[in-house]
């Protein structure tokens, strides 16, 4: 059984920055796409970033140009690096790992950010 584990969230100011890290507890194979969702309290979860087997990446319109998703495969680990935060961004972040047939998901990281 796989397990992912979240780390990096915390409570920051408006303007700062937290990297958060989704590390895997072993290789899966024949990822198609790796993400990372959040949910803020009373509403749905939502799309934040992803990043495909292609390295392809995409983002949520309200974290453009501040957020960045990357991997590095030999870790095992995804990140998220976000930038100029706001508390709107406030909410809990999951990873995700999808290979098509199965999907993988993480504890959740606060993330809480104060204006």
């Known amino acids: 059984q796989v397990q992912l584990v979240e780390s990096g969230g915390g409570l920051v100011q408006a303007g700062g920055s937290l990297r958060l890290s989704c590390a895997a507890s072993?290789?899966?194979?024949?990822?198609?796409?790796m993400g990372w969702y959040r949910q803020a309290p009373g509403k749905e979860r939502e799309l934040v970033a992803v990043?495909?087997?292609?390295?392809?990446?995409n983002y949520a319109d309200s974290v453009k140009g501040r957020f960045t998703i990357t991997r590095d495969n030999a870790k095992k680990t995804m990140y998220l690096q976000m930038n100029i935060l706001k508390p709107e961004d406030t909410a809990v972040y999951y990873c995700?790992?999808?290979?098509?047939?199965?999907?993988?998901w993480g504890q959740g990281t606060q993330v809480t950010v104060s204006s």
């Open positions: 072993r290789t899966i194979f024949s990822v198609r796409e």
């Open positions: 995700r790992i999808s290979t098509g047939l199965l999907d993988y």
């Open positions: 990043i495909t087997s292609g390295s392809s990446t």
